[in-house]
C-alpha cells in the first residue's frame, strides 16, 4: 500500500493507494508547531479508526509547500513506518517539460496538479487550485507545464477585508441568493464569492485567449473549489483527488 502525503498551507491531504485505487483519503488542519512524533501519533490513529496498520503501507511519496514541516515528517516516516520516503523536489522525474524561468522556484503542489490533471484529463488544460492561495497552471496537449497565474485565496481575501476595516465583521462564506443584497453579511458575501467566482472566469478567459484555444479543459481542486464551480461559467470538472492522483504518478515514475 502507497502512502501519499500534500503538506498544504492550510491542510494537510493524505490518501492510501493500493494499485491506481485510491482506498482511504484524510484531511487535517496543517499545524506548524506540532512535532513529527504528534503526526506519528495522530496518522495512527486515523489508520487505526480505518482499520489499517502502519506495518500496511510499503512506500511513501510526500510533496510540501510548507519548508518548516519536511524535516518533521521526513522523520516521522522513518520511525514510525521504517519507510524513506520519495519528496517532490528538483531531481525528480516529473515526466513533463517545465517552461518556467527558474524550475525550482516552482511549487511542488503546482507540479503535482500538472501531473495528476494530465494523466487523467490529457491537454492542453487549466488547473486552478483553490486554496490558501489560488494557483492557475497551464498544460499543453504533451502535458507539459507552460507557466501560470498566482492569485490570493478567497479566504485571504475575506480576512484583507475584514482586518482593514473597522465596522465590517467577520462572515461565513456562504453564497447568499441575491446580488443586490440588503444587509452588511449578505453584502459581504456577495462581494467576496461573486467576485472571486469573476476574478477566475477572467483569468481563464484570459488564459484561452493568450493560449489561443478554447477547447481547454478547466480542472479545480482545493477546498473552496466545489463553491465557486457553482457559480463559475468556466470551470469544467472538479476533482478533489487531484493532488493525491499526482503524487501516485510521480511515485511509480520515481520507484526503483
Known sequence: MLLVID???????????VGKELMKHWRVSTDRQKTGDEYGILINDLFRYQGIELTDIKDIIISSVVP???????????????IKPLLVGPGMKTGIVLHYENPRAIGADRIVNVVGAFDQYGGPAIVIDIGTATTF???????????????PGIMASSEALISSTA????????????????????????????GYVGQIDEIVRRIKVEYGSDQMKVIA??????????????IDKIDHFLTLNGLRVLYERNKT
Do not use: W
Open 7 to 17: 503538506i498544504g498551507n492550510s491542510n494537510i491531504v493524505m490518501g492510501t493507494y
Open 68 to 82: 518548516p514541516l519536511v524535516v518533521p515528517f521526513m522523520k516521522m516516516c522513518e520511525r514510525y513506518f521504517k
Open 137 to 151: 497552471d497551464v498544460i499543453n496537449e504533451n502535458g507539459d507545464f507552460m507557466g501560470g497565474v498566482i492569485a
Open 167 to 194: 465596522k465590517l465583521p467577520g462572515v461565513e462564506l456562504v453564497t447568499p441568493k441575491n446580488i443586490i443584497c440588503h444587509n452588511t453579511i449578505h453584502g459581504m458575501q456577495a462581494g467576496i464569492i461573486f
Open 221 to 234: 481542486t482545493g477546498g473552496m473549489a466545489t463553491m465557486i464551480y457553482k457559480e463559475s461559467n468556466t
